[in-house]
Structure formats: structure tokens, C-alpha cells
């Protein structure tokens, strides 16, 4: 599946979503068309390649596009379930959209920021396809830590995540029998195979990762982790909390502690210090001497 295609997808879910309960007639919606240049090229949207987005859209993304045939307005047919529930899906349609306005608004270009991700996008479309299919794929893969390329044949793509401007497939491996996270920009070659896969019917990629900061799921338990913020960083904390699961404990003028029910990882310990002297690890009394440890050695950097 080519990615024009799917931003045309996007954008076709996202003017519809954007109507609301109304809906939208075939017309408005070939009005706002004709005036996006970079998909329509100013062209006309033809009904019928209007009728085959809207199919391929249930089959892709499983979203109903109903019209409500005593007005001909077309709707989201169950439009709280993207709003709520398929929060991945609604990102992914206002990040391919948001993209677009800022490529079509020249007179904006300069004044508006995006947080770029440099590599690996081009593998994401043909991923989210074999999720949708159910399809293995082979790929060639080249880790960090390692010289050699590796060949990984018949991965069974569970799911994908971001993370830290990069993009991770999480992939069943049944050669032996794990699940593991590869990030798309360590991908030398992919490539899609016709064999299919049975995909777990309780699997969920927010329940695998549950605990976890980052994409990082080792043998580390969950535990109670208490952190100590001055005021200044704790604003920054509120409006943004570093997990589903933080809490406050208790405020002052001076500091606000939380609690999480997290994995101290590898991807939380980076975090924790990159707030430096805003927050403090009070609990657990191991994670406290794994991030005073830490700091002793940034520290003896600079001797």
C-alpha cells in the first residue's frame, strides 16, 4: 500500500471526523478536495474513487463511513470509538493531516515546528499493512551493537509504537517463540511475504508495554517508584505525567512528590536523569543508589 494512498485515506477520515454529527455532503467534500493541490493536483474527486476510499477504509481501519441517505451527508459511524478508544488510529490520522497543512500553507512553512523522525518511515506503511492482513514478513536488520546483519525470516507483526522520535515493530518471532521490539531505522531491507499468521485475540500492545516507559520489557517488576519534584518541575509533571500511573502523594510550596506503578528501566532511568537536580528518587532505596550511581559517574567526566 503506497503512503499517498493512505494519506488520502487520512484525509479523507479526517474531513469527515471534522463534520462531526452533521456529517458532510459528496460536494463539500470535493470542495475541500480541489483546494488541497497536493493530493488532487486541482482535479475533481470522481464519486467512484470516493466509493473505493470509503470501502478500503472498512477494510483497512475497520471505520464505517455511513450517509444518511434523507440528506446525503456522510458521517463516522461510530465516531466515539475513534474519539476514545482507537486513540493510536485518530494520532496517526492528525499527524499524516497536520504534515499536509503545513506542506500546502507556504506562507506558514517557516513559522510552524515539527518534531521531525528521521528514518524509517518508509517501512511503516508496508507494516501497518501486514497488520492489517495478518502477513509475515522477512527483514534484514542491523543493531547498534553489532557488525554483522542480521536476516529475520517470517516475523509476525504484532504492533507498532513510538518512542523518542523513532518508530518500533513489535514482532512475534516463531522461530523461536519470542517477542521482541525492532526499531524501523535499524531496518536494512523489508519485505512482505504471502504466508499469514493466527494473531493472538487478547493481544494488546498498551497491556504488553503495561508498566513500562519507553519500549524497553525486561524481567524488571513493577513496583512503586516515588519521585520528588521542586515546584518548577512539577508544573511540567502535572501538565504532562510521565505515566498513566502517577499520582500525587503529597504538595507544598516547595515540592510535590509522586508515586508510579512502574518497571524501573533502562528507558525510565535516561529520563529520570535527564530532569538533573529537579527531581529526586526517594523509593525504592535501589533505584535511588542505581541513579546516585549514575550521577557519580557523569560526575567523575568532568574531573
Not at 223 to 240: D, M, S, W
Request: charge should be neutral; proline fraction near 3%; charged fraction near 30%.
Amino acid at each position: 500500500m503506497r503512503t499517498e494512498i493512505i494519506k488520502r485515506y487520512f484525509w479523507l477520515l479526517d474531513t469527515i471526523y471534522r463534520s462531526g454529527d452533521v456529517g458532510i455532503t459528496f460536494e463539500e467534500i470535493n470542495e475541500k478536495w480541489e483546494r488541497n493541490d497536493l493530493l488532487s493536483g486541482g482535479c475533481s474527486y470522481p464519486k467512484r474513487t470516493f466509493e473505493s476510499h470509503r470501502q478500503n477504509i472498512e477494510e483497512v481501519f475497520n471505520i464505517l463511513i455511513d450517509c444518511d441517505r434523507r440528506t446525503n451527508r456522510y458521517f463516522i459511524s461510530d465516531r466515539e470509538e475513534l474519539k476514545n478508544q482507537n486513540h493510536i488510529l485518530k494520532w496517526l490520522v492528525e499527524t499524516f493531516n497536520l504534515n499536509d497543512v503545513v506542506g500546502q500553507s507556504k506562507n506558514l512553512k517557516d513559522r510552524i515546528g515539527l518534531e521531525d523522525i528521521p528514518a524509517g518511515q518508509e517501512y511503516l506503511v508496508d507494516l501497518l499493512d501486514a497488520m492489517n492482513r495478518n502477513q509475515t514478513f522477512d527483514m534484514e536488520y542491523q543493531k547498534f551493537y553489532a557488525n554483522e546483519k542480521k536476516l529475520y525470516r517470517n516475523m509476525e507483526p504484532y504492533g507498532v509504537q513510538v518512542f523518542q522520535r523513532r518508530w518500533y515493530v513489535l514482532a512475534h518471532n516463531p522461530k523461536n517463540d519470542t517477542i521482541h521490539t525492532y526499531s524501523l531505522d535499524r531496518i536494512v531491507s523489508l519485505k512482505k511475504n504471502e504466508s499469514t499468521f493466527k494473531m493472538p485475540k487478547d493481544f494488546s500492545i498498551s497491556d504488553f508495554f503495561s508498566g513500562c516507559y519507553g519500549i524497553i520489557k525486561d524481567a524488571t517488576s513493577k513496583q512503586i517508584v516515588v519521585l520528588k519534584a521542586n515546584a518548577f518541575q512539577a508544573k511540567y509533571l502535572k501538565t504532562l505525567p510521565l505515566h498513566e500511573s502517577q499520582k500525587i502523594v503529597s504538595e507544598d510550596s516547595e515540592f510535590t512528590t509522586f508515586s508510579y506503578y512502574i518497571r524501573p528501566t533502562f528507558d525510565f532511568k535516561q529520563k529520570i536523569l535527564s530532569y538533573m537536580g529537579n527531581v529526586e528518587v526517594v523509593e525504592p532505596l535501589s533505584f535511588r543508589d542505581e541513579i546516585r550511581m549514575e550521577i557519580e559517574k557523569m560526575r567523575k567526566l568532568y574531573e
